[in-house]
Each structure stands twice: as structure tokens, then as C-alpha cells.
């Protein structure tokens, strides 16, 4: 028997519950054409990128089949009559994955690292800690004032009164 990765795309307006339904009606579609179903991963409710069907959003399952053709034309064939389903997508592949695939190992924003999560103390700086800064007196400014004076340059462009 082949292996094969199925993905369907169920209407948002069902259940959870009515999803885990139309799965179990599929992995029995399978089970009576002699194959199996070695992993089932629902994916949640997820916006679609473009309207289907007057949908936005969809709920997404994955489902991982040892089962021959046969099998898996009846599968779809079930999801061209059933009016839930908005779309599918079947593919032959040599081996299944190890482990969940990559759309529930993507973190959330919840997971992401934050800013304040971070520990910076180990990284150095150029800038001087305050305790380190100085306040320069008016003896050291008066040069560089000078300086800068002596080039003739104008410290007033750019300024509008």
C-alpha cells in the first residue's frame, strides 16, 4: 500500500465537534477499502487566504493514510458530495513525518520571545554606564566651540526664527 497526506478545509460556520465527526466519517471510508489512518492532526479554525465559498475562515485536518488507490478515490469522492468540505488536497509521499508536522510545531505570537524576556546583561555597550558619565565643563566646550567657529561654519542654517 502507498502512503498519502491529506489536508481538507471544513466550512467555519460547523463545530469542533461536527470536524471530529466528518473525520471519523472519512478514516471509516478508508477502513472499509482496506487502508488505515496512522495520524490525524486537526489544525483548528484558521483564516483562509482568500473567500471560499463566502467563507473567510476554515477548520483545517490533516490526516496521514497507508492505503491503496482505491481507497483514497472513495475518500474523495465522499468530500465532493459532502458540502462541508470546501477544499482538499491529497499527495503520494515516500514516508510519513516523525513526530507533528510542521503547522503545530509553528509557534503562536504567544510563544514568541519578548523584548523584556531577553537577557541583555551580558552584552556590551560603547555608551558609558551613568555612573561612568561625566558633564563636560564650560573650559572643555570653549575649543571645540572655537574650532568650530574658526572654519566658518554656521551653526544657524537650517533654523527659521
Not at 471519523?24 to 465559498?53: M, P
Not at 508536522?101 to 560603547?126: A, G, I, W
Amino acid at each position: 500500500m502507498a502512503y498519502y497526506e491529506n489536508v481538507f478545509i471544513a466550512r467555519q460556520d460547523i463545530s469542533a465537534v461536527q470536524v471530529e465527526g466528518l473525520t471519523e466519517t472519512l478514516t471509516k471510508v478508508i477502513g472499509d477499502n482496506g487502508g488505515k489512518i496512522v495520524k490525524t492532526e486537526i489544525w483548528g479554525l484558521r483564516t483562509l487566504a482568500y473567500r471560499i465559498k463566502k467563507n473567510r475562515k476554515g477548520h483545517y485536518v490533516m490526516l496521514n493514510i497507508d492505503a491503496p488507490a482505491g481507497a483514497i478515490h472513495e475518500m474523495e469522492r465522499q468530500m465532493r458530495i459532502n458540502e462541508d468540505v470546501l477544499r482538499y488536497l491529497t499527495i503520494k509521499i515516500d514516508a510519513f513525518e516523525e513526530g507533528p508536522s510542521v503547522m503545530m510545531n509553528s509557534r503562536s505570537r504567544d510563544e514568541r520571545p519578548r523584548y523584556h524576556d531577553n537577557d541583555y546583561s551580558n552584552q556590551t555597550t560603547d555608551a558609558p554606564s551613568p555612573e561612568e558619565a561625566t558633564i563636560a565643563t564650560e573650559e572643555e566646550v570653549a575649543p571645540v566651540l572655537e574650532n568650530a567657529s574658526d572654519a566658518g561654519e554656521d551653526n544657524t542654517e537650517g533654523t527659521t526664527l
